[in-house]
């Protein structure tokens, strides 16, 4: 499955200064409950994790559950005291891991 992040940040923040971060990825989160068109039950296929770390730190972290909808979207804020490169990682099911970088400049 070919995977899409999308993540958002201020170009720039200031030391100490609260700003939001938004990440939406684009998966299809099968709960697992519903039927194919052969009345077959579909396999279970959700992202049930997303954590987040700044310059190596952990500083968000989320457990999603079979309710979220597809393409999550999650949105937090974040104090930084210095710049570096944020990573956020979704997991999953069947195996799905998938890591976006994106450079937090302070100044």
């Known amino acids: 499955m070919a995977v899409r992040a999308l993540v958002r940040l201020p170009p720039t923040v200031r030391r100490g200064e609260v700003f939001e971060v938004r990440a939406m990825l684009a998966h299809p ?14 396999a279970r296929d959700i992202v049930r994790r997303l954590e987040v770390r700044l310059a190596g730190e952990p500083v968000f972290a ?13 949105a937090f804020t974040l104090v930084a005291q210095a710049g570096g490169p944020l990573v ?14 994106v450079m937090l400049v302070v100044e």
């Open 62 to 74: 989320a457990d999603l559950h079979p309710a979220i909808a597809a393409n999550p979207f999650v």
């Open 88 to 101: 956020l990682r979704w997991t999953g099911d069947r195996g799905f891991d998938h890591t976006e970088t």
């Open 29 to 42: 989160m099968e709960t697992g409950y519903r039927r194919d068109s052969d009345g077959r039950m579909l």
